[in-house]
């Protein structure tokens, strides 16, 4: 196809230029040679088309089969880039759906692990408030328990005020000689007894 390309141009071209001959034939015909200058218009044209068609065609061939190879090339490229493209498009979206994965075991994870310390944190609050109402109740045991100390002392001392008033009171000067004499004579019969011991 490639070779008869030049001979199909030259067809069209001849074709092309019939309606001028037709004119010029109404005129009278001239000869070159013997030979009329139409069919030396022909070879000349012929001539000047072989020799384009010889001296072009090697380059104009060269040209597009570098061309084609070129745009061949770009095809299988480009349908190199699209098998990448659709399988880093595949990739994406696995690692989309994978993230999207651990995104919710994450939030369950979250989730229980909010429930455990929540639990956790009731409970330690729990064992505070527990502790915190014993060291409480300990505290008042102990400061019930030295209130009442101190009232009884206070009730002691009272008492003793009472009846050291009541005493005084009833007791006379003779009474007060028997009393001291009875612990004198307590006090040495106690002594005679340890050195006796001894």
Not at 137 to 150: H, N, S, V, Y
Request: no cysteine; net charge negative; aromatic share 4%.
């Amino acid at each position: 196809m490639k070779r008869l390309l030049p001979y199909l141009t030259t067809a069209a071209l001849l074709l092309a230029s019939a309606p001028a001959w037709a004119a010029e034939e109404e005129e009278a015909a001239q000869k070159f040679l013997g030979l009329p200058v139409e069919i030396w218009k022909l070879v000349n044209l012929l001539l000047i088309l072989g020799l384009l068609v010889y001296l072009l065609g090697k380059p104009f061939n060269t040209h597009f089969r570098k061309r084609r190879e070129e745009l061949d090339d770009a095809i299988d490229r480009a349908g190199a880039e699209r098998d990448k493209a659709l399988s880093l498009a595949s990739e994406m979206t696995a690692r989309l759906a994978s993230l999207e994965k651990e995104i919710a075991e994450i939030r369950a994870r979250g989730a229980a692990e909010g429930e455990n310390e929540k639990r956790a944190q009731i409970d330690a609050a729990t064992r505070d408030a527990e502790m915190l109402r014993r060291n409480a109740a300990d505290e008042i045991e102990r400061r019930l328990a030295a209130a009442k100390k101190d009232l009884a002392r206070a009730a002691a001392d009272l008492a003793a005020d009472r009846a050291r008033d009541v005493i005084a009171g009833a007791i006379t000067d003779e009474d007060r000689r028997r009393l001291l004499d009875e612990s004198v004579q307590n006090v040495a019969v106690e002594a005679t007894r340890n050195v006796s011991r001894a």
